[in-house]
């Protein structure tokens, strides 16, 4: 059974920065179309949850609400993804939760980190 597991997540000021990682196992990364990030915020359900940043085929996206303050990207001798967020601000609070498309099979879902950023 493949899972995601996310960490690094916690309570910065805003303008600080952190970093999040998701560990897969079960499957390579390779195995996975797309992996990337949900962010959902305070009062949100999962299934509402924005995504935030994700890498297909190959090719790193970014939702305009991050875009120029995050970075994803994969090491897949670690068979890790990982988001760095610079310049947080108050709005990218919420619970962060890691996901993978495979090539074949249902999406996969980690349990999420929290994220809070204060003004």
């Known amino acids: 059974q493949d899972r995601l597991n996310e960490s690094g997540g916690g309570l910065v000021q805003a303008g600080g920065s952190l970093s999040l990682s998701c560990a897969a196992s079960g499957r390579t990364l390779s195995d996975y179309a797309t992996v990337g990030w949900f962010r959902q915020a305070p009062g949100e359900s999962r299934d509402e949850a924005d995504v935030v940043a994700h890498i297909t085929y190959g090719k790193p996206y970014y939702s305009d609400s991050v875009k120029g303050r995050a970075a994803i990207n994969k090491d897949n001798t670690a068979n890790t993804v990982y988001l760095q967020m610079n310049n947080l601000k108050p709005k990218d609070t919420g619970v962060y939760h890691c996901?993978?498309?495979?090539?074949?099979?249902?999406?996969?879902w980690g349990q999420g980190t929290q994220v809070t950023v204060s003004s």
């Open positions: 996901y993978g498309d495979p090539y074949t099979g249902p999406r996969s």
